[in-house]
């Protein structure tokens, strides 16, 4: 089935959503929803993970659905898409930084939202300390939570450390930045057609975190693992995902 219309995928950002199209993400948010519990639930999981509705690239307005549907958590992948975002919606709005995250814009990202609640792409103590020195300056009783990401595929078009060498970065981020809380890994799946085909992602990712979890002298279970996009959500849940990233299955495709 496809829920989302032609017409809204198209949207310029300027535009007005029309009711249709606000119906139509209520439900593929529901339908997101009900899914990962589904999933979360055939897998035995006790509660399901949380959602982090992607929303790089649309509209302040279709967030504001998403809102006003109990929807708090967002992700974005540009900066100057949370700097303009960011002052439209409500304070209790948690922004979630998925995208690669270039040392020189981590100032204006911890500027553009005192709300923002977890950057999951740290690959670098370099970009670690620095978002430090700028929680520091902005907010030193608030501190930030991040994912260390890992390339769990080794694609050269993808950021993120070498599984071998994650435990090692959560581990040094953990004792030089105090203002970061390292509360996980990310990783993006590989995407071919074939079905399945990010499976060994994911469980490098579950493996990643052991050893992580050693390195930081905590239980592998208090770690995060966001994995998982509109393809291959399920899978991501039934491997483990505490935090799942969805995007254009809520949203609409993009542009
Ligand atoms: C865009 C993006 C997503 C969401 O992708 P969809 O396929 O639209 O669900 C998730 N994670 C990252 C890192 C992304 O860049």
Redesign the pocket.
Known sequence: KVYITQSMAETPAQSVIGEGDAAALAYNLESVRARIAAAATAAGRPSPPSLVA?S?TKPVELLRIAYDRGQRDF?E?YVQEVVAKAPQMPADVRWHF??HLQSNKAKDLVAAAPNLFCVHTVDSLKLAQELQKRIAAARPDNPLAIMVQVNTSAEASKSGVAPADCAALAAEVARSCPLLRVCGLMC?GKYSADEGSALSDFEALVQCRARAAEALGVDAASLELSMG???DFEQAVAAGATAV?????IFGR?G
């Open positions: 992607v790089k992700g992948n998925i995208g993006i996009m509109s393809h990233r969805v995007g254009s299955t993009r």
